[in-house]
């Protein structure tokens, strides 16, 4: 099997897995209850809590969730609560992922107003008009830090330190949101000044159903699940020990090996694309053209993504050829693929109908390998020339 969808979803680290199963069956008591197993499942959650922290700026908090999307949520939802007597408008990029863009959909039929800025041909957002659309109602900005389909590293610095100077200058308060989904565990996260953080444990080889929202020191937002008090009252709901420890491992497995694993990713996309493009041709990059792994180089691709459109065939059609030969990759994001219609994406990037009809998604985890690349390269090529010969648009 090669496995080249880890944009959708990550394989548990092996010693993840293990701790997991340890806690389920050994320390499976309710972390709220006063007797020994509730003080063992405490103390899981306090190391868990240490090592996610470590992966983040000093002296914020963070909060447990479900998974990404409801980090997202959370971070759109009791965002603009908290401000919501001092102005009534968002601003939102058009490539956010669905978490962002269809709960920030919900706050417009409530009432607010949603600005929606555009990118360019390589997905990445333009600060002239989020400079343009900041004004004195706007209380949130949320942008994604590396795009889940094409890989591109967003302008988070700029944009962030663009609405600070504007918040500076009119004495108010706007918050700045990142769906660090796709970036936790790949880009260096722990000297930004982001108010809220998005994560989720599947995206990094943690589990699924669990996820975290970062937020800064100082900054102070109302809960958003009531109950029993639990997350600093925060996010109510008994905890998932197992999950949260976890996600603990993994952050901290994933962030401890930066520079190393992304060199290796770095090695994979730039291999695969070189390959790709030589033996194929009337093929199109959707997304940057040089890969990078820092926020000091928006506008580059994050090695942990390549999306490329085959001219004269469908994306779909590739994927279950691929998938014949236990390779698995993707059309787009598998939040989209059940949805109809074309990839928001790639349309806001200006691409054709039968651009995005012929994207596939390759996304890369440090345990792939060159040897495997070699066998996509050829698997692929076989397949869009087999379909392009007998003409897949008929």
Excluded at 210 to 220: C, E, S, V
Aim: hydrophobic letters at 35%; glycine letters at 10%; a negative charge.
């Amino acid at each position: 099997m090669i496995y080249l969808d880890n944009s959708s979803t990550t394989r548990q680290y092996d010693q993840v897995t293990d701790l997991m199963a340890d806690i389920a069956r050994n320390h499976f008591g309710n972390p709220s209850s006063l007797h020994e197993l509730g003080f063992d499942g405490s103390e899981i959650l306090r190391k868990a809590a240490s090592q996610l922290g470590s992966c983040f700026p000093t002296g914020g908090k963070v909060v447990i969730t479900s998974c990404g999307t409801e980090s997202d949520n959370m971070a759109l939802m009791s965002g603009t609560r908290k401000l919501r007597r001092r102005g009534n408008k968002i601003i939102i990029t058009a490539v956010e992922h669905p978490a962002v863009i269809q709960t920030a959909m919900r706050l417009r039929e409530d009432g607010w107003d949603v600005a929606e800025i555009g990118v360019d041909k390589n997905g990445v957002a333009d600060l002239d008009q989020l400079r343009d659309e900041l004004d004195e109602s706007t209380v949130l900005v949320s942008m994604m830090t590396v795009n889940n389909e094409t890989g591109a590293i967003q302008p988070v610095k700029d944009a962030c330190a663009m609405t600070r100077a504007f918040a500076e200058k009119h004495g108010q308060k706007i918050l700045f949101h990142t769906d660090a989904v796709q970036a936790f565990g790949k880009i260096d996260l722990r000297r930004e000044d982001f108010d809220l953080i998005s994560i989720s444990g599947h995206k990094f080889h943690g589990p699924k159903g669990i996820g975290a929202l970062y937020i800064k020191k100082g900054i102070d937002i109302p809960p958003f699940i009531t109950g029993g008090g639990q997350e600093r009252g925060l996010r109510s709901g008994t905890e998932n020990v197992p999950g949260i420890a976890g996600m603990g491992l993994a952050a901290e497995m994933s962030c401890g090996e930066l520079e190393e694993n992304n060199k290796k990713l770095s090695e994979l996309n730039e291999y695969l694309y070189n390959g790709l493009s030589t033996e194929i041709k009337d093929i199109r990059l959707n997304g940057p053209s040089v890969t990078g792994t820092t926020l000091d180089e928006p506008g580059r691709r994050c090695p942990s993504v390549l999306n490329i459109s085959f001219e004269g065939v469908r994306g779909e059609v590739i994927l279950h050829t691929l998938e014949q030969d236990q390779i698995f990759v993707s059309t787009g994001s598998a939040c989209h693929s059940n949805n109809a219609g074309d990839s928001h994406v790639l349309t806001a990037m200006g691409r054709s109908h039968k651009e995005i009809e012929g994207a596939v998604r390759y996304s890369f985890s440090h345990f792939n390998t060159i040897q495997e690349m070699d066998v996509v390269i050829r698997k692929t090529a076989e397949a869009v020339e087999r379909f392009r010969r007998l003409g897949s648009f008929r």
